[in-house]
């Protein structure tokens, strides 16, 4: 039970018919072990390493149709149409299959037994919102809003002092010390003689007391009793915590002296750094919860209330502002607090865990579970990152489709021998020319498989926005613009460097527009972007042509993404095909 070579193995997938004719399309089977996919067999057995059944590899049946599910337009995202035909711009409409073509088909059958020694386990695909938790620290600080600083309009000197203490708690209406001034007392004295006068009006000495903040009670006290007061009796104004004192018994102080700050500890500020790549994300009103070290067992919930304009030049961070309740006083003024500030970036999306996801660096792949003990490889188009270890699925999945989670890096492995097997079934040596062609007929894959061959992307129609791409469907977030689908090989003739075949106007329906210098569009005036040609065909790791020996291209003249290696018919407008310098003219 001798395993086969990779020899035996191309030798098994391109044999011919009739000794020499075309291969033939009888479906050929292999046979592989799930832990050990380097061990292939042409017939069923056991696996030499491990002793585990092989399982079979199929190779599906040249010749296979995918369903037609509907044609899209590519250019108006959401035009649809159930049979084939143009959109309302006038542009062929593409098909969109139920499952991708069988070439790029990456489904693997797996019995239950191995799927247990495997440990593979799946989780369904959901719904829900897009969440963000930003992490971060802080530090207490004062409301500045309930702060009030204690002085005197007036000179003189304390005679006693009432509140001696920094920290301690004042309530509005408490005395806080008791000052005696000479100036004072001169306008009290003034104020009674002008009671005690005739037909004198005492309003201009009334308010003169009320300048210095004799309060109405006092100045009613001083009426009655018909004495100055020696000292006055100094209140405060608010309820707050004294968080600076300034003054001693006996001290002399001058007017506008600050002698306390007292500050209302009932709301606390809050100030976190967040880094500035997160500042798209935190918004007013947006709920915040700190904890303290001192308090691991609770949790304080708060608002943003404000975002600073400036970025910390060392450490990239922004202020910003949080606003809490602060019952019992627990959150003090100068503590250092750990905070979260939760946004919703959208409220309902397809979500796909980290853990599901295998990262090749050019496309994302997950595995989904199909019935029968299947499961099928699939390229997805990832979005934000959510909290939980979550992204948005902007493309690839359904909701309630399950996706392997746990034991995908062997169904990974399995799934490029697959692959690979069903590349050894091509003929060896086809023109890479012949094949560009190819993929630019009426059999072109659809937009999934574009999306699956991580070749399609969306671009802004506008010349000033073209240069940059975007990996998912919508609007230009800089004009507002619908994004039109281009593949890979198509951005090229929209990206400068290589030569410029002609110019032509952005808008689809002026594609016939073709001008062999930078200028406006004749029809609607836009600024005309050029049309490179192709890269150069490579075959074999090698240019296919060098020097004066290059080999002719052909292209159409209404669409210059087709290029062809031979004369003939546009595959898309059924134009006669041109040369490509004859193109270039």
């Not at 995202?77 to 062929?92: F, H, L, M, Q, V």
């Not at 009793?225 to 209140?235: D, E, I």
């Not at 593949?487 to 410029?500: A, C, I, N």
Request: with cysteine; aromatic share 6%; net charge negative.
């Amino acid at each position: 039970m001798a395993a086969v070579g990779l020899g035996a193995i191309i030798t098994g997938c391109s044999r011919q018919a009739d000794g020499g004719g075309a291969p033939t399309s009888v479906e050929e089977t292999l046979y592989t072990c799930g832990m050990h996919p380097w061990i292939i067999q042409d017939h069923p057995g056991n696996c030499p390493i491990c002793g585990m059944k092989l399982e079979p590899v199929h190779k599906t049946a040249a010749g296979a149709e995918p369903k037609i599910l509907f044609y899209k337009s590519t250019i108006k995202p959401g035009e649809t149409n159930a049979g084939p035909g143009k959109d309302s711009r006038g542009i062929d409409m593409i098909p969109v299959y139920a499952e991708a073509p069988a070439a790029n088909s990456a489904s693997i059958s797996l019995d239950p037994a191995t799927i247990q020694m495997m440990n593979i386990q799946t989780t369904e695909i959901t719904r829900g919102p897009l969440r963000r938790t930003i992490r971060t620290v802080g530090t207490i600080g004062y409301n500045e809003t309930a702060l009030s600083d204690v002085t005197t309009k007036f000179k003189g000197w304390i005679e006693k002092l009432e509140v001696d203490a920094m920290g301690q708690l004042v309530h509005r209406g408490e005395t806080l010390f008791e000052i005696y001034s000479p100036e004072l007392y001169g306008t009290e004295a003034e104020y009674l003689a002008v009671l005690d006068a005739t037909n004198a009006d005492s309003a201009a000495a009334l308010e003169k007391l009320r300048f210095f903040d004799i309060s109405e009670a006092q100045i009613v006290d001083m009426a009655k009793t018909r004495k100055p007061s020696k000292t006055l009796a100094v209140v405060s104004a608010a309820d707050g915590f004294v968080v600076e004192k300034n003054v001693v018994q006996g001290q002399m102080v001058e007017a506008g002296t600050r002698l306390y700050r007292l500050a209302d500890l009932g709301i606390v500020w809050v100030f976190a750094q967040v880094y500035e790549q997160d500042l798209p994300y935190v918004q007013l009103g947006q709920e915040a919860v700190v904890k303290l070290s001192s308090m691991p067992d609770r949790e304080f919930r708060g608002r943003v209330t404000y975002v600073y304009p400036e970025v910390d030049e060392r450490t990239r961070t922004a202020r910003v502002r949080l606003e809490f309740e602060n019952p019992g006083y627990f959150l003090k003024p100068g503590m250092f607090v750990s905070a979260q500030i939760v946004s919703e970036l959208k409220p309902s999306v397809l979500l796909v865990p980290d853990s599901a996801v295998l990262r090749s660096g050019e496309k994302n792949t997950v595995f989904v579970a199909l019935p029968g003990g299947k499961f099928e490889a699939r390229t997805v188009n990832l979005g934000q990152s959510g909290e939980s270890s979550h992204y948005e699925v902007i493309a690839g999945l359904r909701e309630g489709e399950r996706v392997v989670q746990s034991g995908q890096f062997m169904l990974d492995s399995e799934s490029q021998l697959r692959e690979a097997i069903e590349k050894m079934g091509h003929p060896a040596g086809a023109d890479v020319s012949m094949s560009i062609a190819a993929e630019t007929n009426n059999s072109r894959p659809s937009p999934v498989a574009d999306l699956e061959a991580g070749s399609l992307v969306y671009v802004c129609p506008m010349p000033a926005h073209v240069s940059i791409t975007y990996d998912h469907p919508g609007n230009c977030p800089i004009c507002g613009m619908a994004l039109v689908p281009v593949t890979r090989k198509e951005l090229k003739l929209l990206q400068p460097g290589g030569q410029v075949l002609y110019y032509t106007c952005p808008m689809p329906e002026h594609s016939s527009v073709h001008e062999n210098k930078p200028g406006k569009c004749p029809i609607c005036g836009m600024t005309l972007i050029p049309v490179m040609a192709p890269p150069e065909p490579v075959t074999n790791g090698m240019p296919s042509s060098t020097g004066s020996s290059s080999k002719q291209l052909y292209t159409c003249l209404m669409h210059p993404e087709v290029i062809s290696d031979q004369p003939g018919k546009c595959p898309k407008c059924g134009m006669d095909l041109v040369p490509v310098q004859d193109a270039a003219k």
